[in-house]
């Protein structure tokens, strides 16, 4: 099957899986009559046990991922997905929805599956288009959902009950649809091809004449005379990919580089994902009783304007070695700031607006950390950047529900949260903005690279605007 083929296929499953119409009002829903939880329940009973098994089941997930051979764990998705939606349609109790927060988690951790899965089955030349393709369909399954879900409740067409079951729909169809995703092969760690020799010390043989042992693996030759593994027992397996899981990683993070862009996309995503599960109550606040809602508009003009934005800054010639640190520092403040006023600001167009340029700024600032990562790390080590970087985010998002949201150690109304996520926000640009003034003096003493606009032939300002979308999918 060629890689178009493969494209198509993943991108239907892409659109449906993002096809949840009832999302931008699941906070209205669940404090409507249909369910009658108070937005107290909400905020501190259900929605923390999502962060609490998204956090939990990242790294079962991403290793099972590679393990399985990614389509199994797309399966997976979807049918957590209808497990998901099928409990906040039907279920009643405050049991009943903390156990849909649970599946949820799992839900958004199977999303490494989708993500991962065109690499290992896509040429390395196609990575670039197949990455637009399926993040193109993400975004416009987010935005046709939202657009649709809007529609429907501003003409009184469905309510917010029903909306669910257009929801559970998509959620089936998605995992019919996954069926015919054709399988892997081959993954980076359990089900490695690379020739053993670039993988495993004092392994020198590259002729292939006699097999080569690592940790009890046996390896022979395919016959392209390249080296790769036979089959195995499951405990060679596991050795071997823990070799080679722990060489990525000591390799990856003991750049300096690397370590400080992670540390900052792992600390702004735990912001993001905090105001993100959380604006919805902070709007209801907002509004009176009888007020037209407008939260499926927000998020069709949010998945648009932060999909253009991030395909600006692809193109964008800036020189992010000089400049990259600093004006994150000053996206990160002006991120706080937004905070502040949400917190103490009660018309719901200005909040409305906010929610977006806080979206949009996340997602550019998190493109330019993501591609300056990838600068210094090899293409097989992406995936297990991306997944330390976003399980040490969940880390840091369970430590600050607990403490901030759950109730159990501050008893903080939902704007009193949002205050404390605007410091948080300003304590990660104090952190930070020593290594923008470093960056900037050591570049000014040298004498090399003071100049805001990168060069034409800076290849590796190339390289990075070619990694921007493979992240972004």
């Given at each position: 099957m060629n890689w178009i083929r493969i494209s198509q296929i993943l991108c239907v499953f892409g659109f449906l899986k993002e096809f949840r119409p009832g999302e931008p009002f699941v906070t209205d829903y669940l404090t409507s009559e249909f369910k009658n939880f108070t937005s107290k329940q909400v905020t501190e009973d259900i929605y923390p046990v999502g962060t609490y098994s998204y956090c939990a089941s990242l790294i079962l997930i991403f290793l099972l991922t590679d393990f399985l051979r990614y389509k199994p764990i797309i399966i997976l998705c979807g049918v957590s997905?209808?497990?998901?939606?099928?409990?906040?349609?039907?279920g009643k109790s405050l049991e009943a929805m903390q156990f849909l927060e649970f599946m949820y988690g799992l839900y958004l951790s199977t999303d490494v599956a989708y993500y991962t899965y065109?690499?290992?089955?896509?040429?390395?030349?196609?990575?670039?288009?197949?990455?637009?393709?399926?993040?193109?369909?993400?975004?416009?399954?987010?935005f046709f959902a939202s657009t649709v879900s809007q529609l429907i409740i501003s003409y009184h067409l469905m309510n917010?009950?029903?909306?669910?079951?257009?929801?559970?729909?998509?959620?089936?169809?998605?995992?019919?649809w996954a069926l015919f995703l054709p399988s892997v092969n081959q993954s980076v760690y359990f089900h490695r091809a690379t020739p053993i020799k670039d993988l495993i010390p004092n392994s020198k043989d590259s002729s292939c004449e006699n097999p080569i042992t690592a940790f009890g693996a046996e390896v022979s030759c395919n016959l392209k005379g390249h080296q790769e593994y036979d089959t195995r027992p499951l405990i060679h397996k596991i050795k071997t990919a823990y070799y080679l899981l722990w060489k990525d990683f000591?390799?990856?993070?003991?750049?300096?580089?690397?370590?400080?862009?992670?540390?900052?996309?792992?600390?702004?995503?735990?912001?993001?994902?905090?105001?993100?599960?959380?604006?919805?109550?902070?709007?209801?606040?907002?509004?009176?009783?009888?007020?037209?809602?407008?939260?499926?508009?927000?998020?069709?003009?949010?998945s648009i304007i932060g999909a253009a934005v991030v395909f600006a800054i692809g193109k964008l010639r800036l020189n992010w070695d000089f400049l990259g640190e600093t004006v994150l520092v000053v996206f990160t403040f002006i991120e706080a700031i937004l905070l502040f006023v949400t917190a103490h600001n009660y018309n719901i167009w200005v909040l409305y607006t906010l929610y977006i340029i806080f979206g949009v700024i996340y997602h550019s600032m998190v493109t330019v950390a993501s591609f300056e990562v990838a600068k210094k790390i090899s293409e097989d080590s992406y995936g297990l950047v991306f997944g330390v970087n976003i399980l040490v985010s969940l880390i840091l998002q369970t430590i600050?529900?607990?403490?901030?949201?759950?109730?159990?150690v501050f008893k903080l109304e939902i704007r009193e949260q949002f205050v404390v996520y605007a410091w948080y926000f300003i304590v990660l640009t104090v952190l930070f903005?020593?290594?923008?003034?470093i960056t900037i003096v050591k570049s000014y003493r040298r004498g090399t690279n003071v100049t805001v606009w990168a060069p034409k032939d800076d290849s590796s300002q190339s390289s990075s605007n070619q990694r921007i979308e493979e992240h972004c999918s």
């Open positions: 997905g209808i497990i998901t939606f099928s409990v906040l349609t039907f065109i690499y290992a089955k896509v040429e390395k030349r196609h990575y670039q288009k197949v990455s637009s393709y399926t993040r193109s369909a993400f975004l416009f399954g987010r917010y009950h029903q909306l669910n079951y257009l929801t559970l729909g998509g959620q089936v169809l998605a995992t019919i000591l390799k990856a993070y003991t750049s300096f580089h690397v370590l400080k862009w992670s540390l900052w996309w792992a600390a702004a995503s735990c912001g993001y994902l905090q105001v993100l599960s959380y604006s919805q109550p902070v709007w209801q606040t907002a509004v009176k009783k009888d007020d037209m809602i407008y939260n499926g508009a927000v998020e069709a003009l949010y600050l529900t607990y403490i901030v949201t759950s109730g159990r903005t020593p290594a923008a003034i």
